[in-house]
């Protein structure tokens, strides 16, 4: 019995081990000009299920025609994921202009 725990708690620190922060990116127009960066985060609940705020690129943005937009779940983002069992989970939205 006591393997089998052991076991268990083993291949439970390596799921979460091997899970990483993810990174979406994108580029409208021809990507970043000018180097401003605009940084914004969005709320969700139970484990991104429920949107709760998302941010909104193309109002961050402003008036650019060129930028690149970066959606990140950075390791603040999972601790605070991780500290709340996944009720609440941030990302953070990146807008470069």
Do not use: R, W
């Amino acid at each position: 019995m006591k393997k089998h725990v052991t076991n268990f708690v083993l291949l439970c620190v390596l799921c979460v081990s091997l899970s990483s922060c993810y990174t979406q990116s994108y580029a409208v127009g021809s990507g970043a000009q000018t180097g401003v960066t605009v940084k914004e985060k969005n709320h969700y609940l139970i484990g991104g299920l429920a949107p709760l705020k998302t941010a909104n690129p193309t109002k961050m943005a402003g008036d650019a025609k060129n930028y690149e937009v970066t959606t990140t779940h950075s390791f603040v983002d999972g601790l605070v994921n991780l500290l709340t069992a996944g009720i609440y989970t941030p990302t953070t939205t990146i807008v470069k202009k």
